[in-house]
């Protein structure tokens, strides 16, 4: 359970930290447990909500890489295949640490030629090949009434075959918010809304010693002391790297990826299409999601942008590949919600090799530590190599920056918030005793975890709060209650926009939402 002013009374209590992570995105929220279960004082900050830019924006997809794959076949590059095998053995580890947060999913990809068909089943074949052990179901070639039979919606004329194979699916935002309960709950200290401003530093080396930083919700100014310093801001990564030491040269840009989503009727069953590559070279996945159809992504070069809106011409793009493989037309009308979100992407090389001491790790990520202050900045990465990225920084911070021998990591099974002694099918429990709808409370098992039951709780004395906040969702009022008690949500869009996810289901559900949600946050 997670209460700000709690936290905001312990960081006064406590005059020096060995840890101060700036960025409450996936991999800040994972260095906080890393470095929590190492044993090391830690506190986490973000400007606005826990994993409120990029890792609340992404397809919702936990894979290997199957596009990194055909480039270490293509290029014979061995770095890209091993990253495939990273990310595969991460897969494993994601969906076993977080079981109400995750779940594996079949994806088919189909083929308009017998020589297409042979190629993607080569492909995957080797995919499964490379996962070994971790490998969730093996793949399969399909004929085209199988294909059919799995997926009835799919455009018929041309379809010669398919391929289906499985990756993994993770609800992003909550699963970042589990990492950063469950390094709470081991004793780190966590806040948002929290703004970096100024970094004191000595005036001799000019190490960094202390943050200034502002809390933005009751407008008064932070003093963090720590012995080491980690910038995990993502996209925002070069801005801190110049707070530290302005000498520094950029390393960022950023990529836009644009996703709509879709009524379920789209796409009824449970699997996934991949569209392995369109006409400019992308991939773009249609995927169930949350009785929803979510569709992306795009990929092209953008500006680095606080708020970055879906574009007109996305949607269009993107709906032009739904209908070229779905029989039921889609328009722009249909769209329920729709979402962008930046990728931090590395430039390869440092401008200066004298402003960095820069260790690359592996080719998606990369730990530098600038030699003059001091600052650990964690670059590049994805979703599912984020236990790995946090791994990386912490084991470079005890060795070169805390000068202390690196202690395991045990993050690989550290069962995450509301995964212990989780059992789906307890949600018949829930209908026993709470009197609730199935649906309600085996969206409540999927979103809580062993932990749905202290929502229906609140309902004991407020028999209302069972109620559904909106129709047609299964979002019921004490989930609204629950995330401002106990789960650090502030604001209107904390709730909406990721503690439920509302918002990016369904806009005008949401809007039908707010006042009650309104009501509850000024109430608190």
Same mark, same amino acid.
């Given at each position: 359970?997670?209460?700000?002013?709690?936290?905001?009374?312990?960081?006064? /209590?406590?005059?020096?930290?060995?840890?101060?992570?700036?960025?409450?995105?996936?991999?800040?929220?994972?260095?906080?447990?890393?470095?929590?279960?190492?044993?090391?004082?830690?506190?986490?900050?973000?400007?606005?909500?826990?994993?409120?830019?990029?890792?609340? !924006?992404?397809?919702?997809?936990?894979?290997?890489?199957?596009?990194?794959?055909?480039?270490?076949?293509? !290029?014979?590059?061995?770095?890209?295949?091993?990253?495939?095998? !990273?990310?595969?053995?991460?897969?494993?580890?994601?969906?076993?640490?977080?079981?109400?947060?995750?779940?594996?999913?079949?994806?088919?990809?189909?083929?308009?030629?017998?020589?297409?068909?042979?190629?993607?089943?080569?492909?995957?074949?080797?995919?499964?090949?490379?996962?070994?052990?971790?490998?969730?179901?093996?793949?399969?070639?399909?004929?085209?009434?199988?294909?059919?039979?799995?997926?009835?919606?799919?455009?018929?004329?041309?379809?010669?075959?398919?391929?289906?194979?499985?990756?993994?699916?993770?609800?992003?935002?909550?699963?970042?918010?589990?990492?950063?309960?469950?390094?709470?709950?081991?004793?780190?200290?966590?806040?948002?809304?929290?703004?970096? *401003?100024?970094?004191?530093?000595?005036?001799?080396?000019?190490?960094?010693?202390? *943050?200034?930083?502002?809390?933005?919700?009751?407008?008064?100014?932070?003093?963090?002391?720590?012995?080491?310093?980690?910038?995990?801001?993502?996209?925002?990564?070069?801005?801190?790297?110049?707070?530290?030491?302005?000498?520094?040269?950029?390393?960022?840009?950023?990529?836009?990826?644009?996703?709509?989503? *879709?009524?379920?009727?789209?796409?009824?069953?449970?699997?996934?299409?991949?569209?392995?590559?369109?006409?400019?070279?992308?991939?773009?996945?249609?995927?169930?999601?949350?009785?929803?159809?979510?569709?992306?992504?795009?990929?092209?070069?953008?500006?680095?942008?606080?708020?970055?809106?879906?574009?007109?011409?996305?949607?269009?793009?993107?709906?032009?590949?739904?209908?070229?493989?779905?029989?039921?037309?889609?328009?722009?009308?249909?769209?329920?919600?729709?979402?962008?979100?930046?990728?931090?992407?590395?430039?390869?090389?440092?401008?200066?090799?004298?402003?960095?001491?820069?260790?690359?790790?592996?080719?998606?990520?990369?730990?530098?530590?600038?030699?003059?202050?001091?600052?650990?900045?964690?670059?590049?990465? !994805?979703?599912?190599?984020?236990?790995?990225?946090?791994?990386?920084?912490?084991?470079?911070?005890?060795?070169?920056?805390?000068?202390?021998?690196?202690?395991?990591?045990?993050?690989?099974?550290?069962?995450?918030?509301?995964?212990?002694?989780?059992?789906?099918?307890?949600?018949?429990?829930?209908?026993?005793?709470?009197?609730?709808?199935?649906?309600?409370?085996?969206?409540?098992?999927?979103?809580?975890?062993?932990?749905?039951?202290?929502?229906?709780?609140?309902?004991? /004395?407020?028999?209302?709060?069972?109620?559904?906040?909106?129709?047609?969702?299964?979002?019921?009022?004490?989930?609204?209650?629950?995330?401002?008690?106990?789960?650090?949500?502030?604001?209107?869009?904390?709730?909406?926009?990721?503690?439920?996810?509302?918002?990016?289901?369904?806009?005008?559900?949401?809007?039908?939402?707010?006042?009650?949600?309104?009501?509850?946050?000024?109430?608190?």
């Amino acid at each position: 359970m997670m209460n700000r002013n709690e936290q905001l009374r312990k960081l006064h /209590d406590t005059p020096q930290f060995d840890i101060c992570i700036i960025g409450g995105g996936a991999t800040g929220a994972g260095i906080a447990l890393d470095a929590t279960l190492r044993g090391l004082k830690v506190i986490i900050i973000d400007k606005y909500d826990f994993a409120a830019q990029t890792s609340s !924006k992404s397809t919702k997809l936990i894979h290997g890489g199957v596009r990194y794959l055909e480039q270490a076949v293509k !290029k014979l590059d061995w770095e890209q295949y091993k990253m495939v095998r !990273k990310a595969l053995k991460e897969r494993e580890i994601l969906l076993k640490n977080a079981p109400h947060l995750s779940r594996p999913l079949a994806l088919l990809t189909p083929c308009f030629s017998f020589i297409e068909s042979i190629y993607y089943t080569i492909g995957l074949k080797m995919y499964e090949w490379i996962a070994g052990s971790q490998n969730i179901a093996k793949s399969e070639r399909l004929s085209k009434q199988e294909a059919l039979e799995l997926i009835p919606e799919l455009k018929k004329k041309h379809l010669n075959s398919a391929v289906l194979y499985y990756d993994g699916q993770l609800d992003d935002a909550r699963y970042c918010l589990a990492l950063i309960q469950t390094a709470v709950d081991k004793g780190a200290l966590a806040l948002n809304y929290t703004q970096a *401003l100024k970094f004191s530093k000595n005036e001799d080396t000019g190490r960094l010693k202390s *943050l200034w930083a502002k809390d933005l919700l009751n407008n008064t100014e932070l003093h963090i002391s720590a012995k080491a310093f980690i910038n995990a801001t993502g996209p925002f990564a070069d801005h801190l790297r110049k707070l530290a030491n302005p000498k520094l040269k950029s390393r960022i840009k950023v990529s836009r990826g644009a996703h709509i989503v *879709l009524p379920k009727t789209f796409l009824q069953g449970e699997t996934a299409i991949l569209v392995p590559k369109t006409d400019d070279g992308r991939v773009i996945f249609m995927i169930p999601w949350q009785d929803q159809l979510l569709v992306g992504t795009t990929d092209e070069e953008d500006n680095l942008s606080e708020v970055p809106k879906l574009e007109q011409h996305e949607k269009g793009y993107l709906i032009d590949y739904v209908n070229r493989y779905l029989e039921k037309p889609v328009s722009e009308a249909d769209i329920t919600s729709g979402f962008a979100g930046l990728r931090p992407l590395l430039e390869a090389q440092l401008h200066s090799a004298l402003d960095s001491d820069t260790k690359s790790l592996v080719r998606d990520h990369e730990v530098e530590i600038d030699k003059r202050s001091k600052l650990v900045s964690i670059m590049g990465g !994805k979703w599912t190599t984020y236990r790995l990225m946090a791994k990386d920084t912490v084991d470079m911070v005890q060795e070169n920056v805390l000068k202390q021998a690196v202690s395991a990591c045990t993050t690989d099974h550290q069962l995450l918030y509301g995964a212990e002694n989780y059992q789906f099918d307890d949600w018949k429990k829930l209908v026993a005793k709470y009197t609730i709808p199935d649906y309600v409370a085996q969206h409540l098992m999927k979103k809580y975890g062993s932990y749905a039951s202290k929502v229906l709780e609140l309902t004991i /004395d407020d028999s209302s709060l069972k109620s559904l906040l909106v129709a047609e969702h299964p979002f019921i009022k004490a989930e609204v209650v629950y995330a401002v008690k106990y789960e650090m949500a502030c604001t209107a869009d904390d709730i909406l926009e990721r503690r439920l996810g509302l918002k990016l289901r369904d806009e005008k559900a949401a809007l039908k939402a707010l006042s009650f949600v309104e009501e509850v946050l000024q109430n608190a």
